[in-house]
Every structure is written in C-alpha cells, then in structure tokens.
C-alpha cells in the first residue's frame, strides 16, 4: 500500500453552507496525520489550471462558521471529455498529489468516480449539496441549513398572507429532489405542496382553496419544488381557475447561502475527518455517508446512481395539517 503523503482537495458543483465546515476538517485532520494538503480553487475548472495553494491550519481558521466556500467553486461540464481529465492527471502528478477529496454532489462524484477507475487517481468524496441526493447517505451538508433558510422566508411570507388575504406560491429550489420543498411545507404549514415525484394536481388544489374561502379561510401558502414546475405557471393557473389574488416568490440562491447549521457543521467536520481515515485505509473511490447516524462508505458507483426519496408521508401528513 503506498502511503498518503499529500492530497488535493476540490470544492465542486453548487455551492452550499458547510463546505467550508468540511474543508476545515479535511485539512486538519490531514495535517494532524503528517499528510500535506494542497488545495484548488474552482473545482475542476480551477485543478485543470493549476490554481492551487497549500493549505495549513491557519489556511482554515474561523471559516467553520461561514457559508459558502472559501475554495469557490465553478461548473465544469467539459469535464466529461478524456483530454480534459488527461490534463486534469497530469496536474495532479506535476503536484505530487497521491489522492483527491472532492466535497460536492452526485455530479461531482462522477467526475471523481472516472478519476479513480479510468485513471488510478485515489478519490473520496464528501457530500454537500442542498439537493440531498447522493445515494447511500441520510443526509448532505448543507441540506438543513437550506431547509432552515427557506422556512425563515415562508415564516415572513405567511406574516404577509395573512395580513393581505392572499394566495402566496413559493417556488423552492432541488432540482429534480422535493425533499427540501417536502420539508419546508410541513414545518412551515403550507397548505398544499407540489413535488417532482408526485403527479401534479391543479384542479384538485383549486377547488380546495375555493371550499376554503367558503368557510371562511382566507390566506394560502403553496410550496412548488423546482423540479415540479415553475411558481408562475402555476400561479397563474389558480388565479384563473379561482378568480383569487396570487402572489409569487422564487427564493432561488438565497437558499445556498447563509451560516450553517449546528447539524451541517458537525456532519461535515465528521465527514472530512472520515475521508481521511478512509485515505489513511488505502481505500479510494469512495465517499463519506451517514446511515443512522453512523458515519460510514460508500462505494462512488453506488453514490451516482439515480435516487428518489418518498415524500409521500411527508406530504400527506402537511395535507392533514394544513386543513
């Protein structure tokens, strides 16, 4: 087993509150096993250009409680491509780099995932990513802190609905995932929710919300996940279907930003601690993961395959609530 004499470390994809949580564990915790730690600003993009600097433990002082990522980060879709990852080997060797912790989503782990088998590069991830959708692990950094995020906006909105008698339609971000917008609705009762994984029911909705105003209710909150359709359009449709005045918020990248929560700090400091242990193991390919509460592996194959969490309970019991 050759040993682990320094490694690169990458911040990847969309950014999110705890990566930088993450980075500080990574760093120390590599330090403190004599392992040098070089780091690379934006991500991919920034590996292929060299953009490195080595990091110490002052590099990482008083960054546990910030959000973003003090590595930045950029999208790098080229990636894809054999001559961009041939550049991106061969810029790992030009810096003695023996493995590469990428902190990011699924999207990041497949370029890690190709590193590894394709080109013997060792990888460990660490996931962050508000979409919550690596598979094999409970939960992602930077999830809660999303949620939380989003719930102080619908708290201040439902101030405004009440007091307006409106309809208000907040469009929640995820992606393709509903498991925040699920989360959000229930903790902030909303009154109906539209997720991606559940057929969308318009009409349904509509003649609810005209029962409703017949028996005296007189605001709404509606949570749309992204990936369910866009807040306009629907918006739109109970307007017309309903005659009542609608109101739209797409809370966007404000939910990427933001201190990080107590949860998502303490899971990415348990995280990056993890991945350096797994290096010091020999292991690659690999990413960190919670399942009940144990902080284990999993492989990089089984990480990148498509997941579909069942929001079903979450959304029946917000539907209960809400009436």
């Keep these: ?38 780091g690379f600003y934006n991500a991919y993009a920034g590996l ?8 110490t433990r002052r590099s990482v002082s008083n960054i546990v409680g910030r959000g973003g990522t003090i590595l930045k980060t950029e999208r790098f879709e080229k990636f894809r491509e054999k001559k961009w990852q041939k550049k991106a080997v061969t810029v790992l060797k030009k810096n003695k780099i023996d493995a590469l912790v990428v902190i990011g989503g699924n999207g990041s782990f497949a370029a890690a995932h190709t590193l590894s088998k394709d080109w013997g590069i060792k990888t460990i991830g660490i996931p962050a990513t508000i979409d919550n959708d690596v598979n094999g692990s409970d939960y992602a950094v930077g999830t809660f802190t999303a949620v939380n995020v989003a719930l102080e906006a619908i708290d201040k909105i439902r101030d405004t609905a009440t007091s307006m008698e409106r309809i208000f339609v907040v469009e929640i971000m995820g992606r393709k995932e509903g498991y925040i917008a699920s989360l959000v609705g229930l903790a902030g ?13 318009l009409d349904e909705m509509c003649q609810d919300i005209k029962d409703g105003r017949k028996r005296g209710k007189k605001s709404w ?49 348990r995280f990056g601690a993890k991945a350096i242990e797994l290096l010091l193991a020999g292991k690659t390919d690999k990413t960190t993961a919670i399942q009940a509460n144990e902080i284990i592996s999993v492989s990089l194959t ?8 069942n929001n079903t309970e979450i959304y029946k019991l917000t539907r209960i609530l809400a009436t």
Aim: aromatic fraction near 2%; proline fraction near 3%; charge should be positive.
């Design 189 to 201: 009762g909303a009154e109906d929710i539209l997720l991606p994984e559940m057929p969308v029911h």
């Design 1 to 38: 087993m050759r040993k682990i004499k320094r490694i690169g470390v990458i911040t990847s994809g969309g950014d999110c509150s705890g990566m930088n949580a993450a980075l500080r564990s990574v760093v120390r915790c590599a330090i403190y096993n004599n392992i040098e730690v070089v």
């Design 221 to 269: 909150i509606i949570v749309v996940a992204e990936g369910a359709g866009k807040a306009h359009d629907v918006a739109d449709a109970i307007s017309l279907k309903t005659n009542f005045e609608t109101r739209v918020v797409v809370l966007g990248h404000v939910q990427r930003g933001g201190v990080p929560s107590a949860f998502d700090r303490s899971l990415a400091s």
């Design 48 to 55: 292929i250009r060299n953009e490195c600097i080595k990091m």
């Design 302 to 309: 089984t990480a990148i395959k498509p997941i579909k969490k």
